[in-house]
């Protein structure tokens, strides 16, 4: 009774769930998809930056623009999938730092006027809200298929021409089909993983 | 309805859990730390690789080593924490990877044979585990208070010697104390932060 989250929760997003690589044809919704992200949105990110932006992949014809750029076969499972969503770091997540750390506007100008930082910041803290995203997803009772394998400066030209965002990671949404997933595989006992100074 | 995940979960989470500033003597546990671990280490990294490692800063004397290198109140905030946690990449992950995805062992050198991808891939999946850790403190009942002000280059040179390792997150962990949370921020709004093509 290690933990205060119930187990059925414990279930759904962590030791139930699993990465889909097969998807139904069920509809996720933009409901379900705003419901994701009202939950998330609350996840800690520095200086509450927030710099992580979502571009859903919905119509046919954006989802064969994005295969276009998938290696392997994450072509063939994203367009399986109902929806897929494009991870990207707002470059210029500074601007909106005024709004969202209010109590601390100078932070923008202090931290964050030169764009290597930025970059650097942005990227780190997109990334833990793409874990938080994950297990949003799975929150919603949905599959998630996360995918690194695409060629993320083809996406950026295509999908983000202004220079502005930079696509970071790809994931497929929605109920797992058949043969979904892959069997567990092991994962690093504690020891090996944590240590104690 | 939108989501599956139910709303005390929902709560315990992310709507009304906060970073924590300050935290009470509380102790907590390896136990605790360890159930942590054993639930969040089966959300999903590339090929699993799974390359987050955890120091428990505990000792004061270690934590005293540690806020050498806290920039700002971060000194005194983990000194107040019953417990810290130095997150970590490990930069020979690759060298797991055989027992960690053993349907296709091929991938250690196929992908990781040289240390720039390496480290790079690394980053990114375990700034990824990172936000599940985040959560998964959460979900022990604790509070977390993740910081990035802080000199890793010192961290790694006196926690990681070997060069093996590479610093870039600490979370204080413990049970928040008195006026232990700045109120909300606002959040970005859906149609700020989402787009649909």
Same mark, same amino acid.
């Given at each position: 009774?290690?933990?205060?989250?119930?187990?059925?929760?414990?279930?759904?997003?962590?030791?139930?769930?699993?990465?889909?690589?097969?998807?139904?044809?069920?509809?996720?919704?933009?409901?379900?998809?705003?419901?994701?992200?009202?939950?998330?949105?609350?996840?800690?990110?520095?200086?509450?930056?927030?710099?992580?932006?979502?571009?859903?992949?919905?119509?046919? @014809?954006?989802?064969?623009?994005?295969?276009?750029?998938?290696?392997?076969?994450?072509?063939?499972?994203?367009?399986?999938?109902?929806?897929?969503?494009?991870?990207?770091?707002?470059?210029?997540?500074? @601007?909106?730092?005024?709004?969202?750390?209010?109590?601390?506007?100078?932070?923008?100008?202090?931290?964050?006027? @030169?764009?290597?930082?930025?970059?650097?910041?942005?990227?780190?803290?997109?990334?833990?809200?793409?874990?938080?995203?994950?297990?949003?997803?799975?929150?919603?009772?949905?599959?998630?298929?996360?995918?690194?394998?695409?060629?993320?400066?083809?996406?950026?030209?295509?999908?983000?021409?202004?220079?502005?965002?930079?696509?970071?990671?790809?994931?497929?949404?929605?109920?797992?089909?058949?043969?979904?997933?892959?069997?567990?595989?092991?994962?690093?006992?504690? @020891?090996?993983?944590?240590?104690?100074?």
């Amino acid at each position: 009774m290690a933990l205060a989250l119930d187990p059925a929760a414990q279930d759904l997003l962590f030791r139930e769930a699993h990465t889909a690589n097969t998807f139904t044809d069920e509809p996720v919704t933009d409901e379900q998809i705003q419901a994701v992200y009202d939950l998330v949105k609350f996840a800690p990110t520095a200086f509450n930056q927030s710099p992580l932006r979502v571009t859903l992949v919905r119509s046919r @014809e954006a989802r064969e623009r994005l295969v276009k750029y998938a290696m392997g076969a994450n072509g063939d499972k994203t367009l399986s999938a109902p929806l897929t969503a494009v991870l990207s770091v707002d470059l210029d997540f500074h @601007e909106k730092l005024p709004e969202l750390f209010p109590h601390a506007p100078g932070i923008k100008d202090a931290y964050f006027s @030169e764009a290597t930082s930025r970059e650097a910041a942005g990227t780190q803290n997109a990334t833990l809200q793409a874990g938080y995203f994950i297990l949003g997803v799975r929150a919603a009772g949905l599959a998630a298929g996360p995918m690194t394998g695409f060629d993320f400066a083809g996406i950026n030209e295509k999908f983000f021409g202004d220079g502005k965002q930079k696509a970071f990671l790809v994931i497929n949404i929605g109920k797992p089909g058949d043969d979904a997933f892959f069997p567990r595989s092991p994962r690093l006992a504690f @020891e090996d993983a944590v240590a104690t100074v």
